[in-house]
Nanobody, 131 residues
Framework: QLQLVESGGGLAQPGGSLRLSCATSGLDDYAIGWFRQAPGKEREGVGC????????NYADPVKGRFTISRDNANNTVYLRMNSLKPEDTAVYYCAASEPRRSRYITTVQAMCVQARKYDVWGQGTQVTVSS
C-alpha cells in the first residue's frame, strides 16, 4: 500500500529551524512534493524533489530558506526549514507524483508546486512559528 506519513512539526520561534520528515514506504520511484495550508488560505506548494534526489525546485517564498532532501535507503524525504517566519505557520503535507511525471516535474517550478500533479498525500503535520 502506498502511504506517506509526515512527522516533525511543532512550535518554533521566528528565525528558528525545524526539520519535517515524510516516510515514503513503497514510493522510491515517485517524485515528492511538500505543500502547506494556512488557516483560511489555499494550499500552496513549497517545493519538490526527484525520485533519485538529484533535482529539486522551490517556491519563491521559501527559496534559500527551505531545503528538501531524501534518503531512499530509509524511505524518507526531509524538509529542512531555516529562518522561519510567522507566515510559515501552516499544516505541511508531503505528496507523491507518479513515476511517469518524475522525470520532469522538478524541472519547472509551476509543475513542481501544482497539487493536481500529485497522486498520494500524507495526513499533514502542524508547524507554528511564534514567539
Amino acid at each position: 500500500q502506498l502511504q506517506l506519513v509526515e512527522s516533525g512539526g511543532g512550535l518554533a520561534q521566528p528565525g528558528g529551524s525545524l526539520r519535517l520528515s515524510c516516510a515514503t514506504s513503497g514510493l522510491d520511484d515517485y517524485a515528492i512534493g511538500w505543500f502547506r495550508q494556512a488557516p483560511g488560505k489555499e494550499r500552496e506548494g513549497v517545493g519538490c524533489i526527484s525520485s533519485a534526489g538529484g533535482s529539486t525546485n522551490y517556491a519563491d517564498p521559501v527559496k534559500g530558506r527551505f531545503t528538501i532532501s531524501r534518503d531512499n535507503a530509509n524511505n524518507t524525504v526531509y524538509l529542512r526549514m531555516n529562518s522561519l517566519k510567522p507566515e510559515d505557520t501552516a499544516v505541511y503535507y508531503c505528496a507523491a507524483s507518479e513515476p511517469r511525471r518524475s522525470r520532469y516535474i522538478t524541472t519547472v517550478q509551476a509543475m513542481c508546486v501544482q497539487a493536481r500533479k500529485y497522486d498520494v498525500w500524507g495526513q499533514g503535520t502542524q508547524v507554528t512559528v511564534s514567539s
